[in-house]
């Protein structure tokens, strides 16, 4: 009888061992990152025609975007520039940012912000969204018309594009902060102690957008903004760049809309892009413009060196549906190895059966730390 028991503890504490094992291996799967891909705001493409995965994002060559691609999501290679402003119908002179691409009606699609040479009165930040169109993922794009796909009179960066089940489109994007002055309990409290003259936020909008993306139909929606007051529970995460004295700007930029169980939800970013405390949080509602509201649960994805880390800067994610059905949540991030360097990471993002978002990251491989 003490035999079999003690052979029954060995085949327990074998089994544990084993198990403890198969996670360890499971999580090192898992945590590739950061990945070998210097790149902010990245967006991946899963293309069924080659069945690859291509790797789009803000960087790797002025004034142009430049593609990875992979077969497994862990390797990825540096292809060509797929985007260059140094083309006919160009209307971008700089800061090309956050490319985003689909496939739609057998073409690809790159939307994308630049600063618009049209631009009289010497702005500082004349962002806008364009359009460009390749018939492959590797490119090259080339510009639909001469210019961006619409002017609200006031500078955008950030586009993201929902295919609804009904066929419509919506575009969604962010309104920059620059000459955007915002009155709130922050902006006073900060104001107050001298620590700025006025805080100026940037704010999410979605519009319709026209099924041959030659410009929108009816007027922008304001859906998400940083909170006005101190007691909202969305305040302290979202004001962190202006409450540590990082900068006088708060941010809700990096939108990502995806619908699940009848529920939209949009996924956005706040807190200064170049600063450690730039987050991820997510909103709800049950319409593609709203009303959004934000969740308890936020920020979904931060820094964790507060924790022990080494990971910053976590923020502008999109969403990748891999070809298993896995649902991955692609961010950039720093750690203190690779410095002010944005680098790509990729972390299983779950909802559960209450419809909470979480987001299993920042993650770092085992042999980075």
Known sequence: ????????????????????????????????????????????????????????????VANGFVVYSSSDLVNWENKSVVYTSNQDRSWGTKDFWAPEVYQYNDRYYMFYSAHWKNNPNNELENYKIGVAVSNSPLGPFEDMTGGPLFDPGYPIIDANVYFSEDGRLYLYYSRCCYKHSVDSEISTWAIDRGMYDNIEESWIYGVELKSDFSGIIGEPVLLLRPPLKMK????????????????????????????????????YSANYFAGENYAVGYATSNYPLGLFEKSDNNPVLEKNTNKGGVVTGTGHNSLLRDKNGKTWCVYHGRT????????????????DNKGNLSVEGPTVKSNFQ
């Open 232 to 267: 909202d529970k969305q305040s302290e995460w979202e004001s962190r760049s202006v409450t540590s004295g990082e900068i006088n700007r708060r941010w809700t930029e990096g939108s990502y809309l995806f619908k699940h169980n009848d529920v939209y939800y949009m996924m």
């Open 1 to 60: 009888m003490i035999v079999k028991k003690i052979i029954a503890i060995l085949m327990l504490i074998i089994s544990f061992i084993n198990t403890s094992c198969q996670e360890r291996q499971y999580s090192t799967i898992l945590s590739n990152n950061p990945l070998d891909v210097k790149l902010g705001d990245p967006f991946v493409l899963y293309d069924k025609q080659s069945d690859m995965y291509y790797m789009y994002g803000t960087g790797g």
């Open 336 to 351: 203190s190895i690779t410095g002010d360097e944005r680098v790509v990471f990729m972390d299983p993002l779950h909802i």
